[in-house]
């Protein structure tokens, strides 16, 4: 059966301090393994595909620091970048040639886009976005979707209210009800939500956001139409329509989510990939809208580390790398094969399961006979039951993310050996699984 690991002793101790210290023992909740149960591996050092905790056990892993690490850890070439800006210095507070260099690189690979604002993460990203969205049209109304995560925003830390209403109300304590009176949370995939909330206040809504590739609660794929319906009624409106491609952009390929449907945003948001596993989010649009953040314009937005020279060199770096390596299409292929490995691992599954997969993001949907594409439609039995595959696999030396709806991701440093280990893995996981005993969830 899948029972938790054995913690290793210096894991123990060293996790037993962290809760001493750090609230949940993490710098980040869902690190805690609040969704799964038992300790976390304390980490020690990564390489490649693999992490190695202070017990001097190694994971093979498919969390890649939650997005970041594309090429996998410790990039050779990406820690060549690093440790040569910081011997340049580690920030001038001053324009620097990298960040330039970092914006031409954006700005050459994303339809749409001539300017680049960059801060240090994903979160302030989508925070100044939406600033900015809402000084460019003078309106308050921001909608976003149920199921799509925007970082720790306090407008954005909003439930869609019950039934029909839209109004969102606070998801966090802490939030204050009046801020996010000004937000609006509509269904994913339900163009009929959409047109009625714009017939009711289409004239205030300054922003539409989403992840264009929602892939924080599952990987719920949309319809390409609906994407569309998006750019169509929010150009109707005179509102704008913010691509949230902090996973997806750069990821997918240089074009992130917009390329791949060939739809163009009026802004977009980046991060993770971005920063090559350094602290860089980025947000970017046209000039027109660019031209109103401070110094130019009447929208403030400023960072004392905004585009860190060392940052912005691990960027730069894993970019290159993946330009010059044809990276996207290396991922794509690998993602192929992770596709036709584990959807044969889930014809073992006790539970009827749905591999979803685009590109290198991929997610297992659980009780679902074919993928789901709204938060309403993942089973609730997902999480109890993940929990046991998640602790058999890790017993077995292989790391998904410890939370049911969280995806997986692929990076170069995954080779098909690798692949064939999480789905022979995965599969002796699913056949315990299916054995009836006490303690399964049979
Ligand atoms: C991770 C994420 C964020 C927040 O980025 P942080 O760097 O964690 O602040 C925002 N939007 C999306 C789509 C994300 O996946």
Same mark, same amino acid.
């Given at each position: 059966?899948?029972?938790?690991?054995?913690?290793?002793?210096?894991?123990?101790?060293?996790?037993?301090?962290?809760?001493?210290?750090?609230?949940?023992?993490? !710098?980040?909740?869902?690190? @805690?393994? /609040? =969704?799964? &149960?038992?300790?976390?591996? #304390?980490?020690? +050092?990564?390489?490649?595909?693999?992490?190695?905790?202070?017990?001097?056990?190694?994971?093979?892993?498919?969390?890649?620091?939650?997005?970041?690490?594309?090429?996998?850890?410790?990039?050779?070439?990406?820690?060549?970048?690093?440790?040569?800006?910081?011997?340049?210095?580690?920030?001038?507070?001053?324009?620097?040639?990298?960040?330039?260099?970092?914006?031409?690189?954006?700005?050459?690979?994303?339809?749409?886009?001539?300017?680049?604002?960059?801060?240090?993460?994903?979160?302030?990203?989508?925070? !100044?976005?939406?600033?900015? @969205?809402? /000084? =460019?049209? &003078?309106?308050?109304?921001? #909608?976003?979707? +149920?199921?799509?995560?925007?970082?720790?925003?306090?407008?954005?830390?909003?439930?869609?209210?019950?039934?029909?209403?839209?109004?969102?109300?606070?998801?966090?304590?802490?939030?204050?009800?009046?801020?996010?009176?000004?937000?609006?949370?509509?269904?994913?995939?339900?163009?009929?939500?959409?047109?009625?909330?714009?017939?009711?206040?289409?004239?205030?809504?300054?922003?539409?956001?989403?992840?264009?590739?929602?892939?924080?609660?599952?990987?719920?794929?949309?319809?390409?139409?609906?994407?569309?319906?998006?750019?169509?009624?929010?150009?109707?409106?005179?509102?704008?329509?913010?691509?949230?491609?902090?996973?997806?952009?750069?990821?997918?390929?240089?074009?992130?989510?917009?390329?791949?449907?060939?739809?163009?945003?009026?802004?977009?948001?980046?991060?993770?990939?971005?920063?090559?596993?350094?602290?860089?989010?980025?947000?970017?649009?046209?000039?027109?809208?660019?031209?109103?953040?401070?110094?130019?314009?009447?929208?403030?937005?400023?960072?004392?580390?905004?585009?860190?020279?060392?940052?912005?060199?691990?960027?730069?770096?894993?970019?290159?790398?993946?330009?010059?390596?044809?990276?996207?299409?290396?991922?794509?292929?690998?993602?192929?094969?992770?596709?036709?490995?584990?959807?044969?691992?889930?014809?073992?599954?006790?539970?009827?399961?749905?591999?979803?997969?685009?590109?290198?993001?991929?997610?297992?949907?659980?009780?679902?006979?074919?993928?789901?594409?709204?938060?309403?439609?993942?089973?609730?039995?997902?999480?109890?039951?993940?929990?046991?595959?998640?602790?058999?696999?890790?017993?077995?030396?292989?790391?998904?993310?410890?939370?049911?709806?969280?995806?997986?991701?692929?990076?170069?440093?995954?080779?098909?050996?690798?692949?064939?280990?999480?789905?022979?893995?995965?599969?002796?996981?699913?056949?315990?699984?299916?054995?009836?005993?006490?303690?399964?969830?049979?």
């Amino acid at each position: 059966m899948s029972a938790p690991r054995p913690v290793g002793k210096n894991t123990e101790a060293w996790f037993a301090k962290a809760r001493e210290l750090l609230p949940g023992g993490v !710098s980040s909740p869902v690190r @805690a393994f /609040g =969704a799964v &149960g038992g300790t976390p591996p #304390v980490i020690r +050092s990564a390489q490649g595909a693999y992490v190695t905790d202070v017990d001097g056990n190694s994971y093979l892993d498919f969390v890649g620091s939650w997005g970041p690490l594309i090429l996998g850890h410790a990039q050779p070439q990406v820690v060549t970048a690093i440790s040569e800006a910081a011997r340049r210095g580690t920030s001038y507070g001053a324009p620097s040639q990298v960040e330039i260099e970092l914006a031409a690189e954006v700005v050459a690979s994303y339809p749409g886009l001539e300017q680049v604002r960059f801060v240090s993460s994903g979160t302030e990203a989508v925070m !100044s976005a939406i600033r900015l @969205a809402r /000084g =460019a049209t &003078g309106r308050d109304i921001i #909608v976003k979707f +149920s199921g799509c995560y925007h970082g720790h925003m306090d407008a954005l830390l909003v439930a869609a209210g019950s039934g029909l209403v839209t109004f969102g109300t606070p998801s966090s304590a802490g939030v204050p009800a009046g801020y996010t009176d000004l937000t609006r949370v509509l269904p994913l995939d339900d163009e009929e939500a959409l047109n009625r909330l714009f017939a009711a206040e289409g004239d205030q809504i300054a922003a539409v956001i989403i992840e264009p590739v929602p892939a924080n609660n599952g990987l719920l794929l949309q319809r390409p139409e609906f994407l569309a319906a998006l750019r169509q009624i929010t150009s109707q409106h005179g509102s704008l329509l913010i691509f949230d491609e902090v996973i997806s952009g750069f990821r997918l390929g240089p074009g992130g989510a917009a390329e791949h449907y060939g739809i163009t945003p009026d802004l977009a948001t980046f991060g993770k990939v971005i920063g090559g596993g350094m602290p860089v989010g980025a947000f970017a649009g046209p000039r027109a809208i660019m031209e109103q953040l401070a110094p130019m314009g009447r929208v403030y937005q400023a960072g004392t580390l905004s585009g860190n020279p060392v940052a912005m060199a691990a960027g730069l770096a894993t970019l290159r790398f993946l330009k010059a390596n044809d990276g996207w299409q290396q991922l794509e292929a690998r993602g192929q094969y992770l596709e036709q490995l584990l959807t044969d691992s889930l014809a073992h599954s006790p539970v009827p399961a749905s591999l979803v997969r685009l590109g290198s993001i991929f997610w297992i949907a659980w009780y679902a006979d074919t993928p789901p594409r709204t938060a309403e439609a993942i089973a609730k039995e997902t999480g109890p039951f993940y929990a046991h595959v998640f602790h058999g696999l890790l017993t077995r030396g292989v790391a998904l993310a410890p939370s049911a709806y969280e995806v997986g991701f692929i990076s170069l440093a995954h080779t098909h050996e690798d692949i064939e280990q999480l789905a022979t893995t995965l599969t002796s996981v699913l056949a315990d699984l299916r054995t009836p005993s006490p303690s399964g969830v049979n």
